[in-house]
């Protein structure tokens, strides 16, 4: 039977935001916002308040991708919302289920020059599922229903609702919504029974599985395809740990060997992006396997690629009853280099040299972080290294802002990896140019209790930039930062603690401190400034 609930704007926006298992609210207080403040208040619905609204979209994108449901960031009007824009826009690209709710100045007066007055619909449309303002009391239920189908149906992303100030301040009543799952899309069963074959048949194939496998509940079927079709697996994104390191089919240190010896690369659930060499992989045939038709590789021509849920495409493929290859070869190559690059880089993660190099800081770690913690990155060359060196132990436990590479999510996606897993150890790695943009709301997680620890990689310039733009030029510009700034003390200052590192044997004594001190705390690392990662440009 249909349940009837009625009140003010904000009650009845929280009671369809419950309905859907949203559990939390993510914030910068505004009062065009505040019947959902006096919702959240009288219902005992959690709070969670930041000093810049990019870091509660953040806080409510790591929600959304860490529990596999929606994540809720409430923005005021005009420039609360403007604020959380590259928010939204990582949302975007990461396919994260988050409604940022707005804002907005009254209609009836619209116009006139009200505050904060602003059309936020044409900015944030083209980087959403949904994006509508609710002009009917009575309407937000429903809106907020139809936005959240929105954003859970895949593919996955963010969506947005404003409610102009008179809407949300009056009262009405509807229909409570269900917040039934959408129901899963299933794949061209011929699409499917040719990417097994095609699997099943190559040579040397290879399987690159990431962030959709794991949104999509599909990590157990991918392991099962996996064994079932002897492939070696690789991962990126939150696909990282769908295997964990010791399964005799993970790989990560022998992907350039794999992807340039492939016959057949089978892509699941990640973009064809750069990450991935645009999709060239040679002469390989491609399989591009996504969960919605709307993911297709257009740039690349692919010899399949199925669209639907992923754990029935997966599940489908384990099921594979016709002739294979023997792979067992194939595999026993690959892991020869794996091994190889895993000896290679054990001289890097115990170097012992002063300034400390990038490598060492991660050795270290890997000695400390339990297998369950939440890694989080935030930066661009510190953060490549952890690409490198880190291989978590179990999915779900690896954050990163993706493809859109947008620096500052540290500590929103702190705060949401803390309040979804108040038990396991948070890390968040942040080179010093990014801990310039979120490093204020360590007062937010101070304030409201959520200890995390902070590793900066502090090498006082812009790495991604100097490095490239010397070998480009001769010299480099707007590429420095100040040496050894100590952001250990903007930390303590803030009411957390840290210190910082400058010799590599320190390292360890000071990362255990860290995670035993049970409140905010940054480990300052200084890292040697001409060690750079070696990339190829990822500007094209």
């Known amino acids: 039977m249909t349940e009837r609930i009625e009140g003010h704007g904000g009650e009845l926006a929280l009671a369809a935001l419950r309905a859907y298992g949203v559990r939390e609210m993510f914030t910068l207080s505004g009062g065009h916002v505040f019947p959902l403040y006096d919702a959240a208040h009288t219902t005992d619905f959690p709070v969670y ?8 979209v953040f806080a409510a994108e790591a929600v959304a991708k860490l529990q596999r449901r929606p994540g809720l960031a409430v923005l005021t009007a005009g420039p609360g919302v403007t604020n959380g824009i590259s928010g939204l826009t990582s949302a975007f690209f990461n396919a994260s289920p988050v409604l940022v709710l707005g804002g907005r100045a009254p209609a009836f007066r619209w116009g006139s020059g009200s505050l904060q007055e602003m059309d936020h619909l044409p900015l944030v449309r083209p980087v959403t599922r949904h994006a509508e303002t609710i002009f009917d009391t009575d309407g937000i239920p429903g809106a907020v229903a139809a936005a959240l189908d929105a954003a859970l149906t895949p593919h996955r992303g963010p969506v947005f609702l404003d409610v102009p100030l008179e809407v949300i301040f009056s009262t009405g ?32 194939p290879v399987i690159v599985a990431g962030s959709d496998v794991w949104a999509g509940g599909a990590v157990d079927a991918l392991r099962a395809a996996a064994e079932a079709l002897v492939v070696p697996v690789f991962t990126n994104g939150m696909g990282r740990g769908a295997l964990p390191p010791e399964h005799p089919l993970a790989f990560a240190k022998a992907r350039r060997a794999a992807l340039g010896g492939a ?42 690629s199925p669209a639907g849920d992923l754990r029935l495409i997966l599940t489908a493929l384990a099921d594979h009853s016709g002739d294979r290859v023997d792979h067992a070869d194939w595999v026993a190559e690959l892991r020869v280099k794996e091994d190889a690059a895993k000896a290679r880089d054990a001289a890097e993660l115990a170097a012992d040299s002063d300034p400390i190099r990038p490598g060492r800081v991660y050795g270290e770690l890997r000695k400390v972080l339990a297998p369950d913690a939440i890694t989080i990155g935030d930066g661009g060359d510190f953060v490549s290294y952890a690409g490198r060196y880190l291989e978590p132990a179990r999915p779900g436990t690896w954050l ?7 620096l500052g999510t540290g500590m929103g ?30 007062e937010s997680l101070v304030r409201q209790k959520l200890p995390v620890v902070m590793v900066v990689g502090n090498n006082g ?37 840290g210190e910082t590192v400058a010799k590599a044997a320190d390292l360890g004594p000071a990362l255990e401190r860290a995670f035993d001190a049970g409140v905010p705390y940054l480990v300052n690392v200084l ?14």
């Open 413 to 442: 996606y702190a705060m949401g990896a803390r309040i979804t897993h108040p038990d396991r150890q948070v890390c968040v790695l942040l080179g010093d140019g990014a801990a310039g943009f979120s490093l204020m709301d360590v």
């Open 49 to 56: 308040d930041v000093r810049h609204e990019q870091s509660a």
């Open 173 to 204: 009543e509807a229909d409570l919504p269900t917040g039934a799952a959408p129901a899963p899309l299933a794949a061209d069963p011929d699409e499917v029974a040719r990417t097994a074959e095609l699997i099943a048949g190559a040579q040397r």
């Open 527 to 540: 890292t040697d400034p001409t060690d750079a990662y070696p990339r190829s440009s990822t500007l094209a």
């Open 263 to 304: 016959d057949v690369v089978v892509v699941i659930g990640t973009p064809l992006d750069f990450r991935l060499g645009f999709g060239d992989f040679g002469d390989a045939r491609v399989a591009h396997v996504v969960d919605a038709p709307s993911q297709r590789a257009s740039h690349v021509e692919t010899a399949v």
């Open 400 to 406: 990163d802002p993706g493809p859109y590479g947008c």
């Open 461 to 497: 310039i812009w790495g991604l930039e100097k490095h490239p733009m010397r070998a480009m030029y001769g010299y480099d510009l707007a590429a420095d930062l100040q040496p050894e700034l100590r952001y250990d003390q903007v930390v303590t200052a803030l009411g957390g603690a």
